[in-house]
């Protein structure tokens, strides 16, 4: 066994391991690393073992399965990821994103709302409109409008007003849309929320939850 290309090179790696596997109840899970013969890359695989016993025989079972490429596609996405939030978190909007199927609970927060808002993305995140904003008035204005774009799929495009958590009232030009996913063979679709700081001055509002009218 120590001539193959595998991390067990000596008896003593291989008493080590042994023991481990005892210890460990005579199952035990860890990860290999070795560069095949004939090649340069090195790779990983995922390797379970099992201790069992015929007659006065230990026989030890070792399964393994290559996941060099899992943790590639996992890496790279995991760096895809941060590069998306850091562009989403310093670009000049508000954005959110909530998902309908969870009772409309928020996905995503971005930097630049939580400042604004004054309630940080882990308050919000897995949380509903009713969960967050101080005014009731605000989450189910915000759920009527959910609503809408479930049955219409047409987006919202409107200025409208919300109370801070500070309880300062703010002004936004607000795009609310259904952006689609592909998932398990048909489309799953999240609520996007792109905000925009408003002047004091530039929007006439309402008090009873109506529409924002640009004057």
């Known amino acids: 066994i120590y001539d193959l290309p595998v991390s067990m090179r000596t008896p003593e790696l291989w008493e080590a391991k042994l023991k481990d596997i005892r210890d460990n109840g005579g199952s035990f899970s860890y990860r290999a690393a070795y560069v095949r013969k004939g090649e340069e890359k090195n790779r ?44 989403l978190n310093n670009v000049p909007v508000y954005l959110y994103v909530k998902d309908p199927e969870d009772d409309f609970r ?4 971005n930097k630049a709302f939580a400042e604004h808002s004054k309630i940080p993305a882990s308050r919000a995140i897995g949380r509903t409109d009713f969960e967050i904003f101080p005014e009731r008035a605000d989450a189910e204005r915000f759920r009527r409008d959910d609503l809408e774009l479930i049955r219409t799929h047409e987006r919202i495009d409107m200025q409208e007003t919300y109370v801070a958590a500070t309880g300062e009232t703010r002004i936004v030009q607000t795009l609310k849309a259904l952006v689609p996913m592909e998932g398990d063979g048909e489309a799953v679709y999240f609520v996007l929320y792109i905000l925009q700081q408003m002047e004091q001055g530039s929007a006439l509002f309402y008090t009873d939850g109506q529409r924002r009218k640009t004057v």
Do not use: M, P
Request: hydrophobic letters at 40%; glycine letters at 2%; a negative charge.
């Open 44 to 87: 990983v695989h995922q390797v379970s073992t099992y201790l069992t016993q015929e007659d006065d025989t230990e026989l030890i079972w070792f399964f393994t399965q290559d996941i060099t490429d899992v943790i590639k596609k996992r890496d790279e996405l995991r760096e895809l990821n941060l590069l998306l939030d850091g562009i």
């Open 106 to 109: 928020y996905l995503y927060w």
